[in-house]
């Protein structure tokens, strides 16, 4: 059964390979340190690094030994060439917005020739699938009359941590939309606040390049010189005036715990998702963990906007998922689990059943009664006209935000 061998040729070596056989041919002149044995269907039988050294090749039917003698000569590199490099540290390059990077490798990825994503060895430890797209509904984000002289480009990878070291992006920018004293600066989209934040940028002829550590939607701005972009948080929305929750939207806009529509309302009464409620409460909270890693059988459903949230949630034992496995960021909470979060998050002392007052005590799931109870008790939460708790019902943004800021006002006590 005949094997042959397949040699690198991108090493310093400049002598040949020499392989010799008990009784068996092989391919023998190639340059290079490393080469890898195959069978004659081209599967690998055996891959090496020797120099002096016997390699005994196994054949694929596991019976078959062969043993080849491995003399690599390695002559004086000529010059200060300067390469040093190997093949690891080749550079894995993609142009079509999308890359596949192994753990620990460079790579670099670009879309379109406008925009580049340079990202270093080692900058995590995970195997890296990054795309890029470019996004052409954009104007649905321009809520403050920016105005953008590139692209919007949505920049995502395939797990929610941050990276550990720098990654570069350049972007290429149209200059003849820069007027005056403006200048071109790049911005991410926060998903949370629903608003554009800024990141600077070092400007060289139409291009701007940045270093983050995570990846969002960005794109580049032009900003007057010396100016800061001005929004004042707590302006009135069209759809709160005389509301009962007022005080509290204002209160809470203010302090950037949650943020209004881009069609300048609140909507008070809207519902509110368990991914959505997760990020307010975080918020509120104001965590600086990093948070564990998700094993939700449907991680995959929740938002980038808000895994680091759930992920802050999951470590201090505020939210543990349903007995299935799964999260459901996108089905309404109900006061219920809003008032088992609340109570988890102020660490609050839960007696399992305990009575809680409401006229529908009995109705209110023993999961949650002993924090409905604790809750009730600090004035956190209330229920309606008829003393009903309705722990079913979904919970509003306007409900929402008047617990969460009952609940800081406890927490500063």
């Not at 990202?119 to 953008?148: G, H, M, R």
């Not at 109705?363 to 924090?371: D, E, H, K, N």
């Not at 009903?388 to 406890?410: D, Y």
Request: with cysteine; glycine share 8%.
């Amino acid at each position: 059964m005949p094997l042959r061998a397949k040699f690198n040729r991108e090493s310093s070596f400049c002598s040949p390979v020499s392989i010799e056989s008990s009784g068996r041919n092989a391919i023998t002149s190639a340059t290079g340190a490393t080469f890898e044995i195959y069978d004659t269907d081209g599967t690998t039988v055996a891959t090496e690094l020797a120099t002096g050294k016997k390699v005994i090749v196994t054949a694929v039917d596991g019976l078959t030994k062969v043993t080849y003698t491995v003399s690599v000569n390695a002559a004086a590199q000529s010059g200060n060439s300067g390469s040093g490099g190997s093949p690891s540290d080749t550079l894995v390059k993609s142009t079509n917005g999308r890359l596949t990077l192994p753990a620990g490798k460079a790579g670099e990825v670009s879309l379109d020739n406008e925009v580049v994503v340079s990202i270093p060895a080692n900058a995590t430890d995970k195997e890296i699938k990054v795309t890029i797209d470019k996004l052409k509904d954009s104007q649905k984000l321009l809520v403050n009359n920016e105005v953008l002289i590139c692209a919007v480009f949505e920049i995502l990878k395939n797990f929610p941590e941050n990276f550990t070291k720098p990654v570069k992006l350049i972007f290429t920018f149209d200059p003849k939309q820069i007027k005056g004293n403006q200048k071109p600066v790049v911005f991410y989209y926060d998903e949370t606040k629903k608003e554009w934040m800024e990141v600077g940028g070092l400007v060289s002829g139409n291009q701007i390049t940045v270093e983050v550590d995570h990846f969002t939607k960005y794109a580049v701005f032009t900003l007057n010189q010396g100016k800061e972009p001005v929004k004042d948080p707590s302006a009135d929305f069209s759809d709160i005036s005389g509301h009962w929750a007022e005080s509290s939207i204002k209160q809470a806009v203010s302090i950037g715990l949650v943020n209004g529509y881009a069609d300048g309302t609140f909507k008070p009464s809207k519902s509110v998702s368990r991914a959505e409620f997760t990020v307010m409460l975080m918020n509120a909270l104001k965590s600086q963990e990093a948070g564990m890693e998700l094993t939700f059988a449907d991680t995959a459903k929740i938002g980038s906007w808000a895994r680091k949230a759930v992920g802050q949630a999951v470590q201090a034992d505020i939210i543990n998922g349903y007995k299935d496995g799964s999260f459901r960021p996108t089905a309404e909470i109900t006061r219920a689990e809003m008032a088992v979060m609340i109570a988890k998050a102020l660490k609050l002392s839960i007696v399992p059943d305990a009575e809680t007052g409401f006229s529908d005590d009995k109705s209110i799931p023993s999961w949650s009664r002993g924090a409905v109870a604790v809750i009730k008790e600090h004035n956190l939460m209330e229920g309606t006209g008829t003393n009903r708790f309705n722990p079913s019902e979904q919970a509003t943004r306007a409900e929402a935000v008047t617990v969460l800021m009952k609940m800081l006002a406890l927490k500063g006590k």
